[in-house]
């Protein structure tokens, strides 16, 4: 069985890995934060149509005319929001 080198608090990330690997970790770091992030948003937007579609089916409990409006503003979030995810 093969032992991995110990390394010892003195040695820097410099000499562990290279400039290339250290740049492809970079950039593979930010890229899963940026991934990260627009999977949150979506989420938190998923929600939201969720919750406007709880609102609108209150909404024409009490008045059923108020379909046209009600889609109307439901479709135009949807659109903004999906929009603003591209």
């Known amino acids: 069985m093969t032992q991995l080198p110990q390394l010892n608090t003195n040695t820097t990330l410099a000499q562990i890995a290279s400039p290339h690997q250290l740049r492809v970790a970079r950039e593979l770091a930010k890229a899963m934060s940026t ?34 409006y009600t889609d109307y503003i439901l479709r135009a979030f949807t659109h903004y929001a999906s929009e603003h995810l591209r």
């Open 35 to 68: 991934n990260q992030a627009r999977e949150l948003l979506a989420t938190d937007l998923m929600y939201k149509v969720g919750n406007l579609s709880l609102i609108q089916e209150e909404i024409l409990k009490n008045n059923p005319e108020a379909q046209v």
